[in-house]
Every structure is written in structure tokens, then in C-alpha cells.
């Protein structure tokens, strides 16, 4: 991990590149609740957040402008945008992207299971089929999760079952899409493609990160990184 460390202070230091990348607006944190103030310069600099098994990095530029990046288990994230002094801690907001996507390719009447619905995951961005999920909601507030395998998942359904809302995932970047109306799904196949996009790139919107003896404080995963200041 030390030597993910040291990529991603190198990678933060030569972040240029990354002004070519581009993030989707996502659902907003808590802000710190305040009155926004001007920037001053003591504030801006390189920020540490790594600790076991996660390495992060938050670069605050004098301009106004900030680098992100974090590794975290199978995951790399990274972002750029503009961010603001606010009593109590900072605000960021992301620089525009495009955010991965899930397509319907179409669908088929009695080509799969009789007492099923079948669902074809035909296009996966390059990445291994067995991170995507299935989220399955049925019509009496019932649901199911399920994982993809060689590319597809077979849904029991029953008589009952007259109508599904289906969303697939990719749980472990936080994408999940639009959900789809799947009437009479007895013995339909679905026919889905992912497109990446800007994958890793994450979208903050007014997303506070609230400051505590110098230190500014961000939850990702479950965990709450420390971001320290790094001494010039």
C-alpha cells in the first residue's frame, strides 16, 4: 500500500492531465451550514487522508481549484473541480463528466426460462461481469439482489409476479441505473450493455467536508478519511 501511496502523491503532484477528465452530479453530503468566506492561503496545500489499506491524497490550489484521488480495495477514484472556504470546513464541487451508463438492447418474449426472467449483460466496459448486480423489485414491495455470472442472471418469477422493475449495478463504484418496468416477465430476456464513461471519476456537488484541528474530514466507504496537511 505504501507503493499506491506513492503513485497517488505523484499522480496528485502532475494532476494537469486530469483536467481532461470530466464527473456526473451525484446526490450532495451534508455541507458545513455557513456562510461562505474567502479562501486563505494557509489553507491551500497537499492533504494526507491514507491510513491501513486506503491511500488518498487532496490537493487545495491557491486558485480556487482541487485534486482528489483515493484507492481503496479494488476501487480507484480521482477527481477535479473548484472548492471554497466555508465557516467550518470546505465545500467541493466537481468539474462536469459523463457518468457510466446503463442500456436496454432490447427484449425477447419466450426466449428464456418459462418461470424466469433472464438477464444478458453483453457489454461490461472491460471489467469482470461478476462485479455487476441486479436489483429486482416486485410489485408487493418485495425484492431481490442478485449477481451476475458468464454474463447472465436467471430471476425466478411466479403468476404473481405480473410486473418487475429491474435496475442493474455496479455496486462497488456506486452506479446504479435507471429502473425498468418489465411487465408479464415470465419467460423474457433482457438484453443489457454497460458504457464506462468517466468510471472513477467522483462527482461532488456542494459536498462539505468539515474541518477539525486543521484537518478536513470526508466519508467514503463506509470509512471517514483524515485528511491532514502535508508539511512543505
Do not use: C
Amino acid at each position: 500500500m505504501a507503493g499506491r501511496a506513492a503513485i497517488l502523491k505523484s499522480w496528485v503532484a502532475a494532476a494537469p492531465l486530469l483536467a481532461l477528465l470530466h464527473p456526473a452530479p451525484v446526490a450532495a453530503k451534508q455541507e458545513p451550514a455557513a456562510q461562505e468566506v474567502a479562501e486563505p492561503a494557509s489553507i491551500a496545500g497537499t492533504y494526507d487522508g491514507s491510513r491501513t489499506e486506503m491511500a488518498a491524497w487532496l490537493e487545495l490550489g491557491e486558485d480556487g481549484r482541487y485534486r482528489y484521488a483515493l484507492s481503496y480495495g479494488a476501487v480507484d477514484e480521482y477527481s477535479t473541480g473548484t472548492w471554497t472556504r466555508q465557516d467550518g470546513g470546505i465545500v467541493l464541487n466537481s468539474d462536469p463528466s459523463t457518468p457510466p451508463q446503463f442500456e436496454l438492447l432490447g427484449t425477447e418474449q419466450g426466449s428464456g426460462a418459462p418461470d424466469a426472467v433472464t438477464l444478458h449483460l453483453e457489454g461490461n466496459g472491460n471489467l469482470p461481469v461478476s462485479l455487476f448486480s441486479a436489483i429486482v423489485e416486485r410489485a408487493d414491495g418485495t425484492g431481490t439482489i442478485a449477481d451476475f455470472s458468464d454474463g447472465a442472471i436467471q430471476i425466478p418469477v411466479s403468476d404473481s409476479d405480473q410486473l418487475l422493475s429491474i435496475s442493474l449495478a455496479l455496486p462497488i463504484f456506486e452506479v446504479r441505473g435507471e429502473p425498468i418496468p418489465v411487465p408479464q416477465p415470465s419467460g423474457k430476456s433482457l438484453y443489457f450493455a454497460f458504457h464506462a464513461n468517466d468510471l472513477g471519476f467522483k462527482a461532488f456537488d456542494h459536498t462539505g467536508l468539515f474541518e477539525s484541528d486543521g484537518m478536513f474530514l470526508l466519508e467514503r466507504y463506509g470509512r471517514e478519511i483524515t485528511f491532514r496537511k502535508v508539511s512543505e
